[in-house]
């Protein structure tokens, strides 16, 4: 590995509604793969769960995403190869410890990819190499996606996803 793999970037995508949030999270989705994980934070509704919906259905799962607030982590499977992504809220956690009570170890080392919300509420407990993105709101419909990579593979992806907005895919 060398230096400039470790090197922490910034992305920044605008949206300007629901659809093409939905849209941006499909073509993460289609780039996850096992292992990745994905931390979401932005306030009450930013549009984690807008852009999730979008990330499920690039992943490849015929289910409609809900969000997990009361159950705190759902499991879509996609149709191709039943792997699994997990979709965790963390926003009703009242300490850190409780990443415990969701049973964040063994999705972490469960086959499969991970998207969370309010993901700063367990970020001590989240591995480094993760795409974290945070929403901002500047406008009604307007939404504000910053992509940080701070390994490898993080790096790899959002670059990945770069190129592909700058050839207009
Ligand atoms: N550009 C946009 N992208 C995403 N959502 C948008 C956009 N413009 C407006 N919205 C609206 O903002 C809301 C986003 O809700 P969503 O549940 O995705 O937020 P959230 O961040 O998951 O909230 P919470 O913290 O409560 O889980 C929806 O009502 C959606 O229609
Ligand atoms: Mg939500």
Known sequence: MTKSQLQFMVFKITTDGVESSEALGEAIGRLLQNQDVISLNGPLGA????LTRGIARGWGT???VTSPTYTLV???RRAADAQTLFHLDCYRLSSADDA???GLDDILAAEGAV????ADRIAAWLPLDRV??????PADET???????HGPRSR?????LRQQREGGV
Request: without cysteine; hydrophobic residues 35%.
């Open 62 to 64: 015929p289910d409609r």
């Open 156 to 160: 790899e992806l959002i670059e990945r």
């Open 100 to 102: 415990e009570t969701i």
């Open 132 to 137: 974290e993105i945070h929403i901002a709101q």
């Open 115 to 118: 998207v969370i919300e309010w």
């Open 74 to 76: 759902n499991e879509y």
């Open 143 to 149: 939404r504000e996606f910053s992509f940080t990579a």
């Open 47 to 50: 549009g984690k769960t807008a």
